[in-house]
């Protein structure tokens, strides 16, 4: 079993920046990748980004070119470094972790990010 914790989330301007962190512990050893997905009220949770153990990564296309997803393995840490953030980014963020054969396993509460004017 795998816990995630993340932080880092709250109110952000158009146009501003945000990061979001993900503490992970437990069961790490059976994790090779990791992601954020968000979700907004009355639609399905969707996938952001994701980084494997080799730091591949794929992101959303609404994201690319705004989002960064990083790992530190040395720390059990994963971000996501929000840039030219926009209203539709408005969502609950929740991190994940899981194996790249059998998908996302384990799921972090939850941080909330609205971007507001």
């Known amino acids: 079993q795998v816990q995630l914790v993340e932080s880092g989330g709250g109110l952000v301007q158009p146009g501003g920046s945000l990061r979001l962190s993900c503490a992970a512990s437990?069961?790490?050893?059976?994790?090779?990748?990791m992601g954020w997905y968000r979700q907004t009220p009355g639609k399905e949770r969707e996938l952001v980004a994701a980084?494997?153990?080799?730091?591949?990564?794929t992101y959303a296309d609404s994201v690319k070119g705004r989002f960064t997803i990083s790992r530190d393995n040395a720390k059990n840490m994963v971000y996501l470094q929000m840039n030219s953030v926009k209203l539709e980014d408005t969502a609950v963020y929740y991190c994940?972790?899981?194996?790249?054969?059998?998908?996302?396993?384990?799921w972090g509460q939850g941080t909330q990010v609205i971007v507001s004017s």
């Open positions: 980084i494997t153990s080799s730091y591949t990564t």
């Open positions: 994940t972790a899981g194996q790249v054969d059998y998908g996302f396993g384990s």
């Open positions: 437990g069961s790490i050893a059976s994790v090779n990748v």
